[in-house]
T-cell receptor, first 116, second 112 residues
């Protein structure tokens, strides 16, 4: 079975530009998580969805960030306008939340974003 | 504020030794505990999970949980140079669909 798929793997953009990151969760998983990782702050949760519904977006740093999950197999994280401090690795993870399962999360390969 | 604390290291051990990685958490309501391994430039990889007090063994890895002390550990027996990585401890309240809170990780270096 394919794991979590993320695109692009690398993104270099100029300050002020719009950036869209994409994620396809593992088939059958019903929870999806967006994380950001930096050396200073470690791995931070930005937002997560259960059954395509956003549950907690308290980690989204500001209104420049938005996320959507239009269906069970696709999610986007958008930054508009981007700033140099948004440079980080962005990970998407998915899990299956169902009676008898214990919510282990599986990570995608990440998108390394550089904003100049 | 829910927190997960880990010693950043680096923890250096010789090949064949036991590596011991520790983690404490602040929320007594936490029910699920995970260890992820992350190689440089790669994504976190789930290696162990534990939900009940005591020990759980999987190959060379043993996870230990003490809820009374709010303490989780990971032992790696017969450490190999390929075990050199950053190990992330993660904690969840265990309710359906809740997110994980990660520590900042401990860097392990195994020398041959």
């Amino acid at each position: 079975d394919a794991g979590v798929i993320q695109s692009p793997r690398h993104e270099v953009t100029e300050m002020g530009q719009e950036v869209t990151l994409r994620c396809k969760p593992i088939s059958g998983h019903n929870s999806l998580f967006w994380y950001r990782q930096t050396m200073m702050r470690g791995l931070e949760l930005l937002i997560y969805f259960n059954n395509n519904v956003p549950i907690d977006d308290s980690g989204m740093p500001e209104d420049r960030f938005s996320a959507k999950m239009p269906n069970a197999s696709f999610s986007t994280l958008k930054i508009q306008p981007s700033e140099p401090r948004d440079s980080a690795v962005y990970f998407c993870a998915s899990s299956l939340n169902h009676a008898g399962y214990r919510y282990e999360q599986y990570f995608g390969p990440g998108t390394r974003l550089t904003v100049t | 504020q829910k927190e997960v604390e880990q010693n950043s290291g680096p923890l250096s051990v010789p090949e064949g030794a036991i590596a011991s990685l520790n983690c404490t958490y602040s929320d007594r309501g936490s029910q699920s505990f995970f260890w992820y391994r992350q190689y440089s430039g790669k994504s976190p990889e789930l290696i162990m999970f534990i939900y009940s007090n005591g020990d759980k063994e999987d190959g060379r890895f043993t996870a230990q949980l003490n809820k009374a002390s709010q303490y989780v550990s990971l032992l790696i027996r017969d450490s190999q140079p390929s075990d050199s990585a950053t190990y992330l401890c993660a904690v969840s309240l265990g309710q359906a669909g809740t997110a994980l809170i990660f520590g900042k990780g401990t860097t392990l270096s195994v020398s041959s």
